[in-house]
């Protein structure tokens, strides 16, 4: 693994599950301290091809298509609202010119798109949530959160989901 000491790209990796505010946060912080930019990426399960198959022959094709832009769409206006709202608990740490990308991504290997955004983005430092509910998630960590680190070169930082 090589590790730059130099971070200029922070990718936080989001499943927008419970207690991802407090991540986002911490994310958010770490990239203004860092003076990095931040990627925020959301990876959503790839439902296109299986609406094919369950309702094609109910719902025309352009109303699927639609339904399924409209909901990247509600995704990424979920992870702006999370900004917004720690900025507006945090006035002062807001940075002079904040870079923050946001990314989603539709697809069901969620460790390969958040490796492949991380080779994209030039990511220097990769971050991520881990449950850790009890000895074998712990163990395990999670599927997602197992595979990057088992597959990444990257530095990669384990925040423990929950408000805390």
Known sequence: MSCNPDIRTVLYASDLNDGCEAALACAIGLANRLGARLLVLTVID??????????D???PQPMLDQYH???VKRVLAHI????AAFYAVRPDEAPANPI?????????DVPKAILDEAAHGNADLIVMTSEGKGLLSSLLFGGAVQEVMRRTRKPL??????ED
Not at 100 to 108: A, H, Y
Not at 157 to 162: D, F, K, N, Q, R
């Open 46 to 55: 790839e439902q296109r091809e299986r609406s094919l198959i369950d309702i």
């Open 57 to 59: 022959s109910h719902v």
């Open 69 to 71: 832009d409209d909901r």
């Open 80 to 83: 702006q609202a999370q900004i």
């Open 100 to 108: 923050i990308e946001l990314i989603v991504r539709e697809g069901d």
């Open 157 to 162: 930082l384990l925040l423990p989901a929950g």
